[in-house]
C-alpha cells in the first residue's frame, strides 16, 4: 500500500468516471474535463460512483431526462448519443459545423449556431424514420426448434404447455435480443432470428453463435419445467431482400425473400437435440472464434447440391479475435518505417528506458498486423510477451483483458474442474507474483475459480480489494522485468473496459524506468486515459499506396500475376486499406472470373461490377443503420457515384436546405462521407468506396431504378455544361433507370466524346455498352441508324486500341457495311469505307485497299465533299506509296492536303483515329524522301508534327511522330530516330494507342543498336515487331525486317540477317508492299560482300538488281544508296572509272541534303575515285 500512495492520486487513484460512460457499439465519447474551480465531490458520493462503477452499470448525469428513440421506441436517459436498444445515432447534428451535440441542446457547443430553429434532431432531420423499404442485406439467420414438441403437449395440460412455451419464447427473445438479434417469428414451437437487421454489425455471424451457444445452455440448465426442453439450432449468413411488410399470424412482420432461411431450417432439421449446426459462410466468416465438428456435406431438402455443415462445440481459447478470424497472417507490406521504429523503441527500452507507442488506425488498416511483425522480428530475442485484447462483448466486463490474459497464461481450458484451474492459476503465479499467496487470492475470484478450504479468501472492501489486485499486477510486470526485456500489447484498447484502462493508464506511469515496450491498438476515436509523456509516442497507420497494394494482392494470389483491369479495379475500390485488398483479392479468385494458367491469372470474358466479400459486407454497413433516418439520402448519393455534389444530390432529393444538410452533415460526422467546400458549393466523397458499393447494393432493383431515373432528369435539365463534358454519367444512369433508349443515345454520346479526346480505350466502352443496349430494343429503322452509327464509332477507337489491321476491326467495319446496305443512300457510308480501307491497308492487302480509295474517290467527286476528297485522296496516296508508285502518291498527299481545312465539320468526323490532314502531311514527308528530296521530307514531317499538337489530337501526334521517326531512320538520324520513338512510346502507352506504341518500340529499339546497346536494341525490334503482328498489321513488315538485319548484323550475327531479308522479300512478294524492295537487295548484296559469303558476281547481281528497281520507282535516295554500294563494289575490283561514272550523275542530281550520310558517303567516294583519276 505504501508503493500505492506513492502514485499521483489526482490522476491514478480511483475516482468517479466523468462522462467516460459506453456507447452500445463501443463509441467513446471523450471525458469531459472537470473544472478546477468545480467542489470536490464527497468521500462517500466518489465511494458510491466507484462502486455502481466496478459493478459495471451505466451512469448518467444529474440532469437526466427520459427520451424516446424515434426508430424502436426505445425509452433512453436524457443526453444518450446512441440508442442502447437498436444502436441509432439520437444526437443531435449541427447542421453548421456538423458536430454531433446532445439530444437536449438548443444550440451547437462547436460554433454556437441554433439547433431548435435551424436543425432538428438528427434521427428526424428529413422527417419521419424510414419505413420497411425492401433492400439486399447479408444476414446471419437463425432458426431454433423445441424437439418432441409433441410428446410434451402430451406430458402436460394446454395451460401448462402454454407458460412453458410462453417462458421459452420470452427466454429465447432476451438472449437473441442482448446478443443484438431480432426475433422476427414464432413459428408454432420454432423461432426465426434475424442478425444484422435492421442494424448491421461487423460481427452477426458471431452474434448469432453466441445466441444460439446461449439458446442450449439456458435451456439445459433451467430448473423449471423447461429442463425437459431441448432444442435444434440451425444458422446460415448470405444474401437476402429484407423490409416490406407481409401479414403473419395477425401481426406484419418484414418479409424476407432468399434461400438463407431456408437454409437455416434445413439445417436445424439434421441438428442432435441441443446442439447448433451452421452453413459454410457462416463458418467461414466465424473463423476460429469457435470449435467446430465438421460433418460433411449433407443432402438437405430444396437443395440441389449437398451442403457442408458444421457442428458448434463452443468458444476457442485464442489468443485474439485476429487469430482468430484470418485463417493466415496477410504479408506485411508498406510499414517499414512504422517496424523500424518499434524497433528503436524497444531498443530504448531494453536499456531500462520504458517506452509507450499508441499505434492507430481505421479497422483494417493493419495495427494487429504491425504488432505481429515486431514479435516476429523479437522471436530470437530473449524477453518476455504479454498480450491483452479487448473485445466488443465484454466492454462493460472490469478487467476482461487481463483476465483472458491470465487464463492463457495459465492454460486454463473450459472443461477443467475447480480444482485443477485453481492449480493451473497457483503454479502461473508461483515465479512471478511478489506475494503469490495473496496474488491468488486476488486473481481466483476474477477467474470465477472457487478457493475452497486450503485458501482463506481476504476480507477486504471492494476498494481495497481494487487496490491490492491493481498493485499485485504491477508488482507481477517489475517481477518479469527485472529478469528480461518486457514486451507489452494491448490489442484493441477502444473496446477495452474503464477498469482496465485504469490499470494500464498506471502502468504508464511505472514503467518509465522499466525495460518495459508497451504497443497499444485502436481505433482513431480513442482517447487515451493517461497524459502525455516524453516516453509516449503515437503512429497512425496511413492506407498503402498504389505499389504496396499491388504487393499485397500479388501476395494474396500467391505470387501469380493478376490482369491488369482486375487488379485496377480491386485498388480502386479498396482504398489502400490492406483488409480490404485481402479480402476483395480472395472474393476474386474464387469467384470463377479467373483462369489460372500457372504463373498468371487470365479474365473469363469481360469483368463484371465485383461483389463486396461477405467478410467485409456487415461491418460496411454497420454505421450507416444507425443513421437509418438518412438512409434514402445515402442511397442516392450512392447511386449518384463515389463523388458527387450538394447541387445534384439537392436537385435529385428535392429535400428542403435545412434538412438535407442535417443530413449530409450527420454522414460526415459519422465519416461516412469526407465534405470539401460549404453548402451550396459543397462536394462530397465516400470515405471508401466500398462502402458506397455496399450502400448501393443494397438497393433493390426497382427503387435503383427510380433513383437514376431521378438523377438523369435532374442532370438533363439542370445540369447541361456537365452533360456536355461527361454524357457518360448520363448514359450511365439512363442505363441503369431501365431507359434503354436514352442511354443508348448518350453512350453514343460519351463514345464520340471520348474519341475527340483520343480517349480511345474509354471510346470502345461506350459504343460497345451502346451495341449491346440496342440488342433489347425491338429491330426498326431507327434502331439500325443508332447501331450503324455505334459500329462506326466502334472501328475508329479499335484502330487506336488494336490495330488498323486487327479482326475486332474489320468486325465491326464490315457488320457497319451490312447495316449500309440496308438503307437508302447513307452518309455514313463514306467512314465504314475508310474504315475498311484502314484495315485492308494496314494488312498490306494493297490492290484491295486501292480500290476501296478509288471508291472514296468517286464519292467525293459525285457529294462535292472536300473533306472526303482529303481522306479520299490520303487513301489513294498511302495505297500507291507502298505499292512504289512514288510521284502518283506525292500527288495524291498534295492534292488530299490542298482539300484540307482543320475546322470543316466533315473533316472533324472524319478525324475518330487520326486527323487526315496530319495524314497527308505525313506520309508526304516518306514521299519526298524517298524522291530525293531529304531536307523537305524532314520540314514536312515537322509541319506535320506541329498541326498534331495545334489541334490537340493525341493520336495524330503519335502518328506523326512515328512518321517523323521514319524519315530520321532514313536519314540516319539515330538520336533523333531515339527520341521521337521515345516520345511516341510514351504517349502511346499513356493513352493506349497500340499500333503506334508497337510501331515507335521498334525504332527505339534500332536506334538503341546503332548507339552502341545492340542486345537491349534487340529486344525491343523484335517486341516491337510482335506487336505488330499480334495487331493483324503486315504493313511495314519488309522495312521492319531489313532493321533486323541491319541488327544482327552489328551483332556479327549476319546469318540471322540474311534470314531476315530473305524474310522481307518472301512478305514483299506476298503483300506487294515494294516501297522498300530497292533497299531489301542492296542490304542482301552489302551483307554478303561484308563477310564474304557470295562471290562478287552474286554481290554485284544484288545491287545492280537495287539499282534497277530505284531507277524505275524514281527513289532517288535509294538509287544513290544503291548506286553507292555498287560503286564501293567497282572500287575493289580496281574499276575506278566504272565507278565514277555510275555514281556521279546521281549524286548531282541532288539538290539538297548535302549534310545527310548517305550524300556524303557518296561525296568522300567519288573524291577518291577523283583522286585516282588524278
Same mark, same amino acid.
Given at each position: 500500500?505504501?508503493?500505492?500512495?506513492?502514485?499521483?492520486?489526482?490522476?491514478?487513484?480511483?475516482?468517479?468516471?466523468?462522462?467516460?460512460?459506453?456507447?452500445?457499439?463501443?463509441?467513446?465519447?471523450?471525458?469531459?474535463?472537470?473544472?478546477?474551480?468545480?467542489?470536490?465531490?464527497?468521500?462517500?458520493?466518489?465511494?458510491?460512483?466507484?462502486?455502481?462503477?466496478w459493478?459495471?452499470?451505466?451512469?448518467?448525469?444529474?440532469?437526466?431526462?427520459?427520451?424516446?428513440?424515434?426508430i424502436?421506441?426505445?425509452?433512453?436517459?436524457?443526453?444518450?448519443?446512441?440508442?442502447?436498444?437498436?444502436?441509432?445515432?439520437v444526437?443531435?447534428?449541427?447542421?453548421?459545423?456538423?458536430?454531433?451535440?446532445q439530444?437536449?441542446?438548443?444550440?451547437?457547443?462547436?460554433c454556437?449556431?441554433?439547433?431548435?430553429?435551424?436543425?432538428?434532431?438528427?434521427?428526424?432531420?428529413?422527417?419521419?424514420?424510414?419505413?420497411?423499404?425492401?433492400?439486399?442485406?447479408?444476414?446471419?439467420?437463425?432458426?431454433?426448434?423445441?424437439v418432441?414438441?409433441?410428446?410434451?403437449?402430451?406430458?402436460?395440460?394446454?395451460?401448462?404447455?402454454?407458460?412453458?412455451?410462453?417462458?421459452?419464447?420470452?427466454?429465447?427473445?432476451?438472449?437473441?435480443?442482448?446478443?443484438?438479434?431480432?426475433?422476427?417469428?414464432?413459428?408454432?414451437?420454432?423461432?426465426?432470428?434475424?442478425?444484422?437487421?435492421?442494424?448491421?454489425?461487423?460481427?452477426?455471424?458471431?452474434?448469432?453463435?453466441?445466441?444460439?451457444?446461449?439458446?442450449?445452455?439456458?435451456?439445459?440448465?433451467?430448473?423449471?419445467?423447461?429442463?425437459?426442453?431441448?432444442?435444434?439450432?440451425?444458422?446460415?449468413?448470405?444474401?437476402?431482400?429484407?423490409?416490406?411488410?407481409?401479414?403473419?399470424?395477425?401481426?406484419?412482420?418484414?418479409a424476407?425473400?432468399?434461400?438463407?432461411?431456408?437454409?437455416?431450417?434445413?439445417?436445424?432439421?439434421?441438428?442432435?437435440?441441443?446442439?447448433?449446426?451452421?452453413?459454410?459462410?457462416?463458418?467461414?466468416?466465424?473463423?476460429?472464434?469457435?470449435?467446430?465438428?465438421?460433418?460433411?456435406?449433407?443432402?438437405?431438402?430444396?437443395?440441389?447440391?449437398?451442403?457442408?455443415?458444421?457442428?458448434?462445440?463452443?468458444? +476457442?481459447?485464442?489468443?485474439?479475435?485476429i487469430?482468430?478470424?484470418?485463417?493466415?497472417?496477410t504479408?506485411?507490406?508498406?510499414?517499414?518505417?512504422?517496424?523500424?521504429?518499434?524497433?528503436?523503441?524497444?531498443a530504448?527500452?531494453?536499456?531500462?528506458?520504458?517506452?509507450?507507442?499508441?499505434?492507430?488506425?481505421?479497422?483494417?488498416?493493419?495495427? +494487429?498486423?504491425?504488432?505481429?511483425?515486431l514479435?516476429?522480428?523479437?522471436?530470437?530475442?530473449?524477453?518476455?510477451?504479454?498480450i491483452?485484447?479487448?473485445?466488443?462483448?465484454?466492454?462493460?466486463?472490469?478487467?476482461?483483458?487481463?483476465?483472458?490474459?491470465?487464463?492463457?497464461?495459465?492454460?486454463?481450458?473450459?472443461?477443467?474442474s475447480?480444482?485443477?484451474?485453481?492449480?493451473?492459476?497457483?503454479?502461473?503465479?508461483a515465479?512471478?507474483?511478489?506475494?503469490?499467496?495473496?496474488?491468488?487470492?486476488?486473481?481466483?475470484?476474477?477467474?470465477?475459480?472457487?478457493?475452497?478450504?486450503?485458501?482463506?479468501?481476504?476480507?477486504l472492501?471492494?476498494q481495497?480489494?481494487?487496490?491490492?489486485?491493481?498493485?499485485?499486477?504491477?508488482?507481477?510486470?517489475?517481477?518479469?522485468?527485472?529478469?528480461?526485456?518486457?514486451?507489452?500489447?494491448?490489442?484493441?484498447?477502444?473496446?477495452?473496459?474503464?477498469?482496465?484502462?485504469?490499470?494500464?493508464?498506471?502502468?504508464v506511469?511505472?514503467?518509465?524506468?522499466?525495460?518495459?515496450?508497451?504497443?497499444?491498438?485502436?481505433?482513431?476515436?480513442?482517447?487515451?486515459?493517461?497524459?502525455?509523456?516524453?516516453?509516449?509516442?503515437?503512429?497512425?497507420?496511413?492506407?498503402?499506396?498504389?505499389?504496396?497494394?499491388?504487393?499485397?494482392?500479388?501476395?494474396?494470389?500467391?505470387?501469380?500475376?493478376?490482369?491488369?483491369?482486375?487488379?485496377?479495379?480491386?485498388?480502386?475500390?479498396?482504398?489502400g486499406?490492406?483488409?480490404?485488398?485481402?479480402?476483395?483479392?480472395?472474393?476474386?479468385?474464387?469467384?470463377?472470373?479467373?483462369?489460372?494458367?500457372?504463373?498468371?491469372y487470365?479474365?473469363?470474358g469481360?469483368?463484371?461490377?465485383?461483389?463486396?466479400?461477405?467478410?467485409?459486407?456487415?461491418?460496411?454497413?454497420?454505421?450507416?443503420?444507425?443513421?437509418?433516418?438518412?438512409?434514402?439520402?445515402?442511397?442516392?448519393?450512392?447511386?449518384?457515384?463515389?463523388?458527387?455534389?450538394?447541387?445534384?444530390?439537392?436537385?435529385?432529393?428535392?429535400?428542403?436546405?435545412?434538412?438535407?444538410?442535417?443530413?449530409?452533415?450527420?454522414?460526415?460526422?459519422?465519416?461516412?462521407?469526407?465534405?470539401?467546400?460549404?453548402?451550396?458549393?459543397?462536394?462530397?466523397?465516400?470515405?471508401?468506396?466500398?462502402?458506397?458499393?455496399?450502400?448501393?447494393?443494397?438497393?433493390?432493383?426497382?427503387?435503383?431504378?427510380?433513383?437514376?431515373?431521378?438523377?438523369?432528369?435532374?442532370?438533363?435539365?439542370?445540369?447541361?455544361?456537365?452533360?456536355?463534358?461527361?454524357?457518360e454519367?448520363?448514359?450511365?444512369?439512363?442505363?441503369?433507370?431501365?431507359?434503354?433508349?436514352?442511354?443508348?443515345?448518350?453512350w453514343?454520346?460519351?463514345?464520340?466524346?471520348?474519341?475527340?479526346?483520343?480517349?480511345?480505350?474509354?471510346?470502345?466502352?461506350?459504343?460497345?455498352?451502346?451495341?449491346?443496349?440496342?440488342?433489347?430494343?425491338?429491330?426498326?429503322?431507327?434502331?439500325?441508324?443508332?447501331e450503324?452509327?455505334?459500329?462506326?464509332?466502334?472501328g475508329?477507337?479499335?484502330?487506336?486500341?488494336?490495330?488498323?489491321?486487327?479482326?475486332?476491326?474489320?468486325?465491326?467495319?464490315?457488320?457497319?457495311?451490312?447495316?449500309c446496305?440496308?438503307?437508302?443512300?447513307?452518309?455514313?457510308?463514306?467512314?465504314?469505307?475508310?474504315?475498311?480501307?484502314?484495315?485492308?491497308?494496314?494488312?498490306?492487302?494493297?490492290?484491295?485497299?486501292?480500290?476501296?480509295?478509288?471508291?472514296?474517290?468517286?464519292?467525293s467527286?459525285?457529294?462535292?465533299?472536300?473533306?472526303?476528297?482529303?481522306?479520299?485522296?490520303?487513301?489513294?496516296?498511302?495505297?500507291?506509296?507502298l505499292?512504289?508508285?512514288?510521284?502518283?502518291?506525292?500527288?495524291?498527299?498534295?492534292?488530299?492536303?490542298?482539300?484540307?481545312?482543320?475546322?470543316?465539320?466533315?473533316?472533324?468526323?472524319?478525324?475518330?483515329?487520326?486527323?487526315?490532314?496530319?495524314?497527308?502531311? +505525313?506520309?508526304?514527308?516518306?514521299?519526298?524522301?524517298?524522291?530525293?528530296?531529304?531536307?523537305?521530307?524532314?520540314?514536312?514531317?515537322?509541319?506535320?508534327?506541329?498541326?498534331a499538337?495545334?489541334?490537340?489530337?493525341?493520336?495524330?501526334?503519335?502518328?506523326a511522330?512515328?512518321?517523323?521517326?521514319?524519315?530520321s531512320q532514313?536519314?540516319?538520324?539515330?538520336?533523333?530516330?531515339?527520341?521521337?520513338?521515345e516520345?511516341?512510346?510514351?504517349?502511346?502507352?499513356?493513352?493506349?494507342?497500340?499500333?503506334?506504341?508497337?510501331?515507335?518500340?521498334?525504332?527505339?529499339?534500332?536506334?538503341?543498336?546503332?548507339?552502341?546497346?545492340s542486345?537491349?536494341?534487340?529486344?525491343?525490334?523484335?517486341?516491337?515487331?510482335?506487336?505488330?503482328?499480334?495487331q493483324?498489321?503486315?504493313?511495314?513488315?519488309?522495312?521492319r525486317?531489313?532493321?533486323?538485319?541491319?541488327?544482327?548484323?552489328?551483332?556479327?550475327?549476319?546469318?540471322?540477317?540474311?534470314? +531476315?531479308?530473305?524474310?522481307?522479300?518472301?512478305?514483299?512478294?506476298?503483300?506487294?508492299?515494294?516501297?522498300?524492295?530497292?533497299e531489301?537487295?542492296?542490304?542482301?548484296?552489302?551483307?554478303?560482300?561484308?563477310?564474304?559469303?557470295?562471290?562478287?558476281?552474286?554481290?554485284?547481281?544484288?545491287?545492280?538488281?537495287?539499282?534497277?528497281?530505284?531507277?524505275?520507282?524514281?527513289?532517288?535516295?535509294?538509287?544513290l544508296?544503291?548506286?553507292?554500294?555498287?560503286?564501293?563494289?567497282w572500287?575493289?575490283?580496281g574499276?575506278?572509272?566504272?565507278?565514277?561514272?555510275?555514281?556521279?550523275?546521281?549524286?548531282?542530281?541532288?539538290?539538297?541534303?548535302?549534310?545527310?550520310?548517305?550524300?556524303?558517303?557518296?561525296?568522300?567516294?567519288?573524291?577518291?575515285?577523283?583522286?585516282?583519276?588524278?
Amino acid at each position: 500500500m505504501a508503493r500505492l500512495r506513492a502514485w499521483p492520486r489526482s490522476r491514478h487513484a480511483w475516482q468517479p468516471d466523468r462522462g467516460r460512460s459506453r456507447s452500445p457499439r463501443g463509441r467513446r465519447p471523450r471525458r469531459r474535463q472537470q473544472s478546477a474551480a468545480s467542489p470536490r465531490r464527497s468521500r462517500k458520493a466518489c465511494f458510491r460512483r466507484n462502486m455502481v462503477r466496478w459493478r459495471c452499470t451505466w451512469v448518467f448525469p444529474p440532469w437526466s431526462a427520459s427520451m424516446e428513440c424515434p426508430i424502436c421506441k426505445a425509452d433512453l436517459p436524457g443526453g444518450s448519443k446512441f440508442c442502447t436498444k437498436c444502436g441509432a445515432d439520437v444526437s443531435r447534428v449541427c447542421s453548421t459545423c456538423g458536430r454531433p451535440n446532445q439530444a437536449h441542446s438548443n444550440f451547437c457547443s462547436d460554433c454556437g449556431a441554433s439547433l431548435t430553429l435551424d436543425t432538428p434532431a438528427s434521427p428526424t432531420a428529413i422527417g419521419q424514420p424510414p419505413s420497411h423499404t425492401a433492400e439486399h442485406r447479408q444476414l446471419s439467420v437463425m432458426f431454433c426448434d423445441l424437439v418432441d414438441s409433441v410428446a410434451l403437449a402430451e406430458r402436460l395440460d394446454p395451460e401448462s404447455l402454454r407458460d412453458v412455451l410462453t417462458a421459452y419464447q420470452r427466454r429465447a427473445t432476451e438472449i437473441v435480443e442482448a446478443a443484438g438479434g431480432v426475433v422476427a417469428q414464432y413459428q408454432g414451437d420454432g423461432i426465426l432470428a434475424y442478425f444484422g437487421y435492421p442494424v448491421a454489425s461487423e460481427d452477426d455471424t458471431e452474434r448469432a453463435i453466441r445466441a444460439g451457444l446461449g439458446l442450449v445452455k439456458d435451456v439445459e440448465s433451467s430448473a423449471s419445467a423447461l429442463e425437459k426442453l431441448r432444442l435444434r439450432v440451425g444458422i446460415a449468413t448470405g444474401m437476402v431482400v429484407i423490409g416490406e411488410f407481409v401479414a403473419s399470424a395477425g401481426a406484419d412482420q418484414p418479409a424476407i425473400v432468399g434461400g438463407t432461411p431456408n437454409l437455416a431450417a434445413r439445417l436445424q432439421s439434421i441438428a442432435e437435440p441441443n446442439t447448433i449446426i451452421i452453413a459454410p459462410t457462416t463458418r467461414r466468416l466465424a473463423g476460429g472464434l469457435f470449435e467446430y465438428a465438421d460433418l460433411g456435406p449433407r443432402n438437405l431438402k430444396g437443395f440441389s447440391q449437398p451442403i457442408r455443415a458444421w457442428q458448434v462445440l463452443g468458444e +476457442s481459447v485464442v489468443g485474439s479475435r485476429i487469430e482468430a478470424l484470418r485463417s493466415a497472417h496477410t504479408p506485411l507490406i508498406g510499414r517499414e518505417e512504422e517496424v523500424e521504429l518499434l524497433l528503436r523503441r524497444w531498443a530504448r527500452a531494453k536499456r531500462g528506458e520504458g517506452q509507450v507507442v499508441l499505434v492507430t488506425g481505421e479497422a483494417g488498416i493493419g495495427k +494487429s498486423r504491425l504488432t505481429l511483425a515486431l514479435q516476429e522480428r523479437l522471436a530470437a530475442e530473449a524477453h518476455t510477451r504479454l498480450i491483452y485484447h479487448g473485445s466488443p462483448y465484454h466492454q462493460d466486463s472490469a478487467l476482461y483483458p487481463v483476465i483472458s490474459q491470465l487464463v492463457r497464461a495459465a492454460g486454463i481450458e473450459h472443461e477443467d474442474s475447480a480444482d485443477q484451474k485453481l492449480a493451473k492459476l497457483e503454479t502461473a503465479l508461483a515465479p512471478t507474483a511478489e506475494n503469490p499467496k495473496e496474488a491468488l487470492s486476488l486473481f481466483a475470484p476474477l477467474l470465477s475459480i472457487p478457493l475452497g478450504s486450503q485458501h482463506a479468501p481476504l476480507d477486504l472492501t471492494p476498494q481495497r480489494r481494487k487496490d491490492r489486485t491493481f498493485r499485485a499486477l504491477l508488482g507481477q510486470l517489475e517481477v518479469l522485468a527485472t529478469r528480461q526485456p518486457v514486451l507489452m500489447v494491448l490489442e484493441d484498447a477502444h473496446w477495452f473496459d474503464p477498469t482496465s484502462l485504469e490499470i494500464f493508464s498506471l502502468t504508464v506511469e511505472r514503467i518509465a524506468s522499466l525495460p518495459v515496450l508497451l504497443v497499444i491498438t485502436a481505433r482513431p476515436e480513442f482517447a487515451p486515459p493517461w497524459p502525455s509523456h516524453a516516453y509516449v509516442s503515437t503512429v497512425t497507420l496511413n492506407r498503402l499506396g498504389k505499389h504496396e497494394g499491388e504487393a499485397l494482392a500479388f501476395s494474396i494470389a500467391k505470387g501469380k500475376e493478376l490482369p491488369p483491369e482486375v487488379l485496377n479495379r480491386i485498388l480502386e475500390h479498396t482504398d489502400g486499406v490492406p483488409l480490404f485488398v485481402e479480402e476483395l483479392t480472395k472474393t476474386v479468385l474464387e469467384s470463377g472470373l479467373l483462369h489460372d494458367e500457372g504463373d498468371r491469372y487470365v479474365l473469363r470474358g469481360t469483368l463484371p461490377p465485383l461483389a463486396i466479400p461477405s467478410t467485409l459486407h456487415a461491418s460496411l454497413l454497420a454505421r450507416l443503420d444507425r443513421l437509418a433516418a438518412v438512409k434514402d439520402v445515402v442511397q442516392t448519393a450512392a447511386a449518384i457515384g463515389r463523388e458527387f455534389s450538394y447541387s445534384l444530390i439537392a436537385a435529385v432529393t428535392g429535400l428542403i436546405e435545412q434538412d438535407l444538410r442535417a443530413a449530409l452533415a450527420q454522414l460526415v460526422a459519422a465519416e461516412l462521407i469526407f465534405q470539401r467546400g460549404l453548402p451550396p458549393e459543397a462536394k462530397y466523397l465516400f470515405k471508401h468506396a466500398l462502402v458506397q458499393d455496399a450502400v448501393y447494393a443494397s438497393l433493390v432493383r426497382s427503387r435503383r431504378q427510380q433513383i437514376h431515373a431521378q438523377i438523369a432528369r435532374a442532370l438533363e435539365e439542370q445540369f447541361p455544361d456537365g452533360v456536355a463534358s461527361e454524357p457518360e454519367m448520363l448514359a450511365h444512369h439512363f442505363t441503369a433507370a431501365g431507359l434503354t433508349e436514352r442511354g443508348v443515345l448518350y453512350w453514343k454520346q460519351a463514345g464520340q466524346h471520348a474519341s475527340d479526346r483520343s480517349a480511345f480505350v474509354e471510346a470502345t466502352r461506350h459504343f460497345n455498352t451502346g451495341i449491346e443496349l440496342l440488342k433489347t430494343l425491338p429491330d426498326t429503322p431507327a434502331r439500325t441508324q443508332q447501331e450503324l452509327a455505334l459500329h462506326i464509332g466502334l472501328g475508329a477507337a479499335l484502330i487506336a486500341t488494336t490495330g488498323h489491321g486487327s479482326v475486332e476491326v474489320e468486325h465491326a467495319y464490315l457488320k457497319a457495311h451490312a447495316l449500309c446496305l440496308q438503307m437508302d443512300e447513307t452518309p455514313e457510308l463514306a467512314p465504314v469505307l475508310l474504315g475498311l480501307w484502314r484495315c485492308y491497308i494496314a494488312r498490306s492487302q494493297l490492290r484491295t485497299a486501292r480500290e476501296l480509295g478509288e471508291t472514296l474517290l468517286r464519292l467525293s467527286n459525285l457529294n462535292d465533299d472536300p473533306a472526303l476528297a482529303v481522306v479520299a485522296h490520303y487513301a489513294l496516296g498511302q495505297s500507291s506509296l507502298l505499292l512504289a508508285e512514288l510521284p502518283e502518291a506525292r500527288r495524291h498527299f498534295e492534292d488530299g492536303f490542298s482539300h484540307y481545312s482543320p475546322e470543316q465539320r466533315r473533316v472533324q468526323e472524319f478525324r475518330s483515329a487520326h486527323d487526315p490532314g496530319v495524314s497527308c502531311r +505525313s506520309y508526304s514527308a516518306l514521299c519526298l524522301w524517298l524522291l530525293g528530296f531529304p531536307d523537305q521530307a524532314h520540314a514536312r514531317g515537322q509541319d506535320a508534327l506541329a498541326l498534331a499538337h495545334e489541334l490537340k489530337h493525341p493520336f495524330s501526334v503519335a502518328y506523326a511522330l512515328c512518321c517523323c521517326a521514319f524519315v530520321s531512320q532514313f536519314r540516319r538520324d539515330v538520336r533523333n530516330v531515339r527520341e521521337q520513338a521515345e516520345a511516341a512510346v510514351a504517349l502511346a502507352t499513356e493513352h493506349g494507342f497500340a499500333p503506334w506504341a508497337a510501331l515507335a518500340t521498334s525504332f527505339r529499339g534500332w536506334a538503341l543498336a546503332m548507339e552502341g546497346k545492340s542486345e537491349k536494341g534487340l529486344v525491343e525490334l523484335q517486341q516491337g515487331i510482335a506487336a505488330l503482328r499480334a495487331q493483324g498489321a503486315g504493313i511495314w513488315l519488309p522495312f521492319r525486317c531489313t532493321m533486323l538485319a541491319e541488327v544482327f548484323d552489328l551483332l556479327g550475327n549476319t546469318e540471322e540477317g540474311l534470314r +531476315s531479308l530473305a524474310e522481307a522479300q518472301t512478305l514483299m512478294d506476298q503483300t506487294e508492299e515494294r516501297w522498300w524492295e530497292a533497299e531489301i537487295y542492296r542490304l542482301q548484296g552489302t551483307l554478303l560482300l561484308r563477310h564474304s559469303m557470295a562471290p562478287p558476281a552474286e554481290v554485284e547481281t544484288w545491287l545492280r538488281r537495287a539499282l534497277d528497281v530505284a531507277r524505275r520507282q524514281e527513289a532517288r535516295s535509294l538509287e544513290l544508296r544503291a548506286a553507292t554500294s555498287l560503286a564501293r563494289l567497282w572500287q575493289h575490283q580496281g574499276k575506278h572509272a566504272e565507278a565514277h561514272d555510275l555514281l556521279e550523275p546521281v549524286y548531282d542530281w541532288f539538290t539538297e541534303g548535302f549534310d545527310a550520310p548517305d550524300l556524303k558517303e557518296a561525296k568522300a567516294l567519288l573524291e577518291e575515285f577523283r583522286g585516282k583519276t588524278l
